[in-house]
């Protein structure tokens, strides 16, 4: 059994900044790809940023230039920086493992908020 905890999120002013952290614990063998995804009220979950084993990245084209993924392979941990957020970047976010335990599976995170107002 994986677990998956998130942290980081909150209330910021449009502008701000909020880092999110996810880290992966339990049986695991090897992570492969890791990323975040948000759902908005009223809209679809939605891909955000995902980081390959090798760490190619991959964004959605909304928030290129101002969102950074990265992952510490030693703390099986995945991160978000999120740079000038928006109003329209309010959404739960939530990260997505791909991991190797006795099969290749993923596992979700609880999801965190993240709330751009002024």
């Known amino acids: 059994q994986v677990q998956l905890v998130e942290s980081g999120g909150g209330l910021v002013q449009p502008g701000g900044s909020l880092r999110l952290s996810c880290a992966a614990s339990g049986s695991i063998f090897k992570i492969n790809a890791m990323g975040w995804y948000r759902q908005a009220p009223g809209k679809q979950r939605e891909l955000v940023a995902r980081i390959t084993s090798d760490g190619s990245t991959n964004y959605a084209d909304s928030v290129k230039g101002r969102f950074t993924i990265s992952r510490d392979n030693a703390k099986n941990t995945v991160y978000l920086q999120m740079n000038s957020l928006k109003p329209e970047d309010t959404a739960v976010y939530s990260c997505?493992?791909?991991?190797?335990?006795?099969?290749?599976?993923?596992?979700w995170g609880q999801g965190t908020q993240v709330t751009v107002s002024s």
């Open positions: 997505k493992v791909h991991y190797v335990a006795n099969y290749a599976t993923f596992s």
